[in-house]
């Protein structure tokens, strides 16, 4: 609050500078410094573990949560059992971020502080499949990881993974794909990565990979669908698992299932015609993955990795070339009604960051939707924030994928736009097709000369003020 209101994230040159703002505000002659200071103090918390950020505020809200009860749990299929549930936590009374308000607001849905309850009629259940997008919710946020931990051990229960992802114990030898995917993502990003487990998992879900490289469910209660989201979610788990024959198949797989359009189908099948937004995004995702071990120090996120095959790179530039034409000026997917599909858009948004077209408009749109109570929610004229839209949004919210989000393993392999690994260019993303609005070439090459030129003069400040000594006035 205070003078400092509105520059929530800027970082003083130093102690006396923040006092000096807390004070007085930053003024027009400050602003350069400020700026220039917060830009350079970047390049030393990019390497900052998050777990190890500590947040103090002065007021606190508390849960009041009972000792460990016994509660019910749902199992896939609808059949329930008993389990005992923990404690819960304190959660931060305000939060001055977009993110910071969502974070809350998915601690806040937790029942016990580790779990999401549903009711069916007077019986409560635990629903495991929510419980986990909430978990991985809060890891692309980087909000409220003591939540985020013990959501994460209780998924990774030995009861909850029986349940979860085999169906116990109303199911025999039963394996479900997502719930195993789900898994493994959370216990990757955890604090402390369960490794075992994690290996134990990847194997499952190697074996529920066919021939063909799909992934199917082996249970009474199997998802039949497959759907992109769903595979895309198994090829990503099978790369943190270090799975790497079973991610060499599946990418395979998706790619044979692009559309006519360049897009890629909400439901896995040959000889589509157009595709679906959302989906194609999350196929981008896995598409353009790469384990961070294998990028070179020399390595340019413009070239394509020489260990691809086929038209993968050029799946990838149509792919997003398609996403482009479908999106408004103002970076939002409507439905069929015209209204925002706040679960598409922010979908859309971690497609194109995962291959490097961050879309900071998408954003908007997404923090503008944001309700009192911190969520997103279901319908426009809506008062509260649904859950699960919440939790298929989060990722949008913050411009970030599972690509770009810490702990996964996982990175960007190329940049859009591509160069072939003879510095050739192959493929550039024409700007000039998204909805809403057009930019001739004349217009376009004349502002990229200027952005250049402007380039080259900072650059040239940049490297004066590196030559300066130290403490010489700036």
Not at 7 to 24: C, Q
Request: proline share 4%.
């Amino acid at each position: 609050g205070g003078k400092l209101r509105g520059d929530a994230g800027a970082i003083g040159y130093n102690s006396e500078a923040l006092a000096t703002a807390k004070t007085h505000g930053i003024d027009s002659l400050a602003q350069d410094q400020w700026r220039r200071a917060t830009s350079q103090a970047i390049l030393g918390l990019v390497h900052l573990d998050t777990n190890a950020v500590k947040t103090i505020v002065k007021t606190k809200t508390i849960i009041k949560v009972p000792k460990p009860v016994i509660r019910t749990k749902v199992v896939k299929g609808g059949n329930s059992t008993n389990v005992v549930v923990t404690e819960g936590e304190k959660i931060d009374a305000e939060a001055n971020t977009p993110q910071g308000k969502l974070g809350q607001f998915l601690a806040s849905k937790l029942s016990n502080g580790d779990h999401i309850e549903i009711k069916d009629g007077e019986k409560k259940f635990t629903d495991y499949d929510l419980t986990a997008d909430t978990a991985l919710a809060m890891r692309l946020l980087g909000e409220q990881p003591k939540f985020a931990d013990r959501v994460t051990t209780f998924l990774l229960d030995k009861d909850s993974v029986g349940a979860f992802a085999y169906g116990e114990p109303y199911e025999k030898n039963a394996v479900y794909v997502e719930p195993v995917a789900k898994l493994i993502i959370a216990g990757t990003v955890a604090k402390k990565p369960e490794t075992k487990k994690i290996a134990a998992l990847g194997g499952d879900l190697v074996a529920l990979q066919d021939d063909k490289g799909r992934f199917v469910d082996d249970g009474k209660y199997a998802d039949e669908s497959n759907g992109t989201e769903r595979h895309v979610l198994a090829v990503l788990a099978a790369m943190m698992a270090d799975e790497d024959s079973a991610v060499d198949k599946g990418v395979a797989y998706l790619e044979s299932m692009q559309c006519d359009d360049g897009e890629f189908p909400a439901e896995l099948a040959a000889d589509c015609k157009t595709g679906d937004p959302a989906a194609t995004a999350w196929a981008l995702q896995a598409l353009n993955a790469i384990d961070e071990k294998e990028i070179g120090d020399e390595a340019l996120l413009s070239a394509v990795p020489a260990a691809w095959k086929g038209k993968r790179a050029d799946r990838i530039q149509s792919a997003a070339m398609s996403l482009q034409k479908t999106l408004h000026a103002d970076g939002a997917i409507s439905n069929e009604a015209g209204i925002p599909d706040l679960a598409a858009t922010a979908a859309v948004a971690s497609g194109r960051e995962a291959v490097g077209l961050s879309d900071a408009g998408a954003s908007r749109v997404l923090n503008a939707a944001q309700v009192k109570d911190g969520g997103l929610p279901k319908t426009p004229n809506a008062k509260r924030g649904d859950l699960a839209v919440t939790t298929a949004s989060a990722a949008g919210m913050v411009q970030t994928s599972w690509l770009s989000t810490a702990h996964t393993g996982l990175a960007n392999a190329v940049s859009l736009p591509l160069v072939s690994n003879d510095a050739g260019p192959i493929a550039s993303q024409d700007i000039r097709s998204s909805q809403g609005y057009a930019i001739s070439s004349g217009v376009m090459y004349a502002g990229l000369a200027v952005l250049a030129l402007l380039t080259l003069a900072g650059l040239g400040i940049g490297a004066a003020r590196l030559r300066r000594k130290p403490g010489a006035p700036t």
